[in-house]
């Protein structure tokens, strides 16, 4: 029967019983689920003579959010739920409003979108216990646990888990268990409660076995792995991460195959069997080559690298360093246009919303609109150039920015600078102190640059902990002392953080060119860069010079102290 034949109540009968059909092939058949969506889309946007079936639009594109989510696209996925979540609100459909809520704080905590992920995950929070509905409050205290664990928060984390947990038994929900119990086992494990976090992991284990949920299963093993590994316990952690590797081959699930192999690797290292380690990375990158996940592909040359160092193949342990530095800025910037890209489009949704009401407003709530709206955009341009964390430039701007300044200098043969900054055993204050604390520490480091730099200088992020200066109209005798200002004003003012004051040190490169020579910037930079290399190895903490010696063209430009490494918080 041809829609047009249909009947509004015939047509959101369809529609519904197209939603049902799809949301059960979900796992089994995705492809077909997609196509079921689709038509399920189609239709209900087909009422004769009525509005369009907006609970049923709303499923639709509930139904898609997920299974973009199965597929690990939560950008788009979360663009459909964002549609959902808007027609839910609008039908008044509460319970459904709250799990597309907390479906979307999921998608941006993996997304790495944290303030925005808390902000929807404790609306949900709030409607399921305003419907006194606990398991679906449950589901979101599992959430908010994985939030807490990205944000290196293990003990606000545990809370969460906790609760969510007692609700779970409540309520008898093995599945929920299970995810509950693997969650408190990493929120353990970042706690050093190792046996507390093996209990957890092998009780997570036992109820996925239970339920033959094997992704589950095999997702557990590797946390009790990981727990031994903590421990020091090098033949359990052994033990479990080859269960994990049987597993995961027998039912063809390549990224925790892969991660498992790694995490051999890294305990074979420590126990100095390098060659089975550097056998279990290979295949690692060999199953990573066929999936190209360029996270665990950057984390596997850090191994290698490390592995590498232990031998004493500090060649090919610097190649393999590189190639993790590369791989990782380049996802740290690929990661942030999503993010980006994800913020601008759910702005486009607000302000759409927004627009449906304008007509309603009186006019001085329509100043007001107009006036939120433009704040908005400018806030949104601000994003599109500026680091989130820092302030400062980020890389991508930075690089518009200098391509301008290097014209310039071509064009009126004016001499230009740059800078590659470089924090100093910065890898120790997030292993020992957290990652948090490592964000001050940024954050401290760029705002010294901002106020030891002119207004006409360009400071950015290159991503991780690296800052970089371009000093327009500047010689490098002139620049050599911005950075011997900048680094001894880093020495006098250490960060001040949640764990005390923390002196770090930073290592810079310097290089400079004029008129026609400023035109290749980049070459520019990779000369600085070649400085910033030569301070690292000339022991941190001071600055180098390109362009001094026919051999290696460095100049010493500042002496460290006899100490460069991160100084201990002072409490």
Known sequence: MESSRLTPEEIRQRVDRLNRMAESLLNSDPERSYELCKQALNLA?????????????????????RLSANNGDYHQSTLFYLQAQT?????GSQLENGRTLNAIGLNYSLL???????????????????????????????????????????????????AGLAIAQHTHNRRLQAELFNRLSN????????????????RSVEIYQRMQNHKGEIEALN????????????GQALAFFQLVIGAAERFDMPAELARALRKTAETNCILKQCDNAIESIQRAMEVLAKTGDQKQIYMCHETLARIYKHRGEYQKSLEHFEHFYQIKDSLFNEETDIRLKTLEI??????????????RLKNVDLQKEIEERKKAEVALQAMAVADPLTGLYNRRHFFTLAGQEAERSVRYSHSLSVIIIDLDNFKQVNDTLGHLVGDHVLITIANHIRDEIRKIDIAGR???????????????????????????????????????????TVSMGLAGAQGERCKNIEAVLDRADQALYHAKQSGRNQVSVFGATADLPLLKAATPPPESTPSPPET
């Open 45 to 65: 946007g087909q009422l004769n003579g009525g509005q369009p079936h907006r609970f049923g639009l709303a499923s639709s594109h509930y139904l898609l959010g």
């Open 87 to 91: 027609l839910f609100e609008e039908t």
């Open 112 to 162: 790495g979108a944290y303030p925005e992920s808390l902000q929807h995950l404790l609306k949900a929070q709030s409607i399921f216990r305003n419907l006194q509905i606990p398991e679906q409050e449950a589901e979101v205290l599992n959430n908010l646990g994985l939030l807490h664990l990205f944000l290196d928060d293990p003990l606000k984390a545990r809370k969460a888990l906790t």
């Open 187 to 202: 929120a353990a494990c970042a706690l050093k409660d190792y046996t507390r976090a093996i209990e957890f992991g092998l």
């Open 223 to 234: 946390s009790v792995g990981d727990a031994y590994l903590a421990r020091n316990d090098c």
């Open 346 to 359: 759910v702005h486009q949704l607000e302000t759409a919303k927004k627009d449906s009401e304008l007509y």
């Open 462 to 504: 290159f991503g991780g902990d690296e800052f970089v200066i371009l000093l327009p109209e500047t010689e490098t005798t002139q620049a050599i002392g911005v950075t011997s200002r900048l680094r001894e004003r880093i020495l006098r003012q250490p960060a001040e953080t949640e764990r005390g004051r923390l002196l770090v």
